[in-house]
């Protein structure tokens, strides 16, 4: 069964801090680059990436703010967010890199509210 489960969202004050979870089947999560991406309206962008051995890139809006990592025995890959601006509200989801906003299966998101 194909699944995406994100958690960790919320509301904080600029400056704060959140750290999202996503939880992917293994279908999707094996030998997989996983990613964070954000949808703010009907904006999309790619957020983070990392690579099942660990390498890491960012979008160079959150570069040094955010940190992604994963857990391969959990099949669970997470991002710190720290430092936070209001420009980081938006809904947040992990998937698989690459992946097709249109085609490919997202799960429910995670909603983070930066807002004082």
């Known amino acids: 069964q194909v699944q995406l489960v994100e958690s960790g969202g919320g509301l904080v004050q600029p400056g704060g801090s959140l750290k999202l979870s996503c939880t992917a089947s293994?279908?999707?999560?094996?030998?997989?680059?996983m990613a964070w991406y954000r949808q703010a309206g009907n904006q999309r962008e790619f957020v983070a990436i990392i690579?099942?051995?660990?390498?890491?890139g960012y979008a160079t809006s959150v570069k040094g703010r955010f940190t992604i990592s994963r857990d391969n025995a959990k099949n669970t890959v997470y991002l710190q967010m720290n430092s936070l601006k209001f420009e980081d509200t938006a809904v947040y989801y992990c998937?698989?890199?690459?992946?097709?906003?249109?085609?490919?299966?997202w799960g429910q998101g995670t909603r983070v509210t930066v807002s004082s």
């Open positions: 690579t099942r051995g660990g390498s890491t």
């Open positions: 998937n698989k890199n690459p992946a097709n906003w249109d085609r490919d299966y």
């Open positions: 293994g279908s999707i999560f094996a030998g997989a680059a």
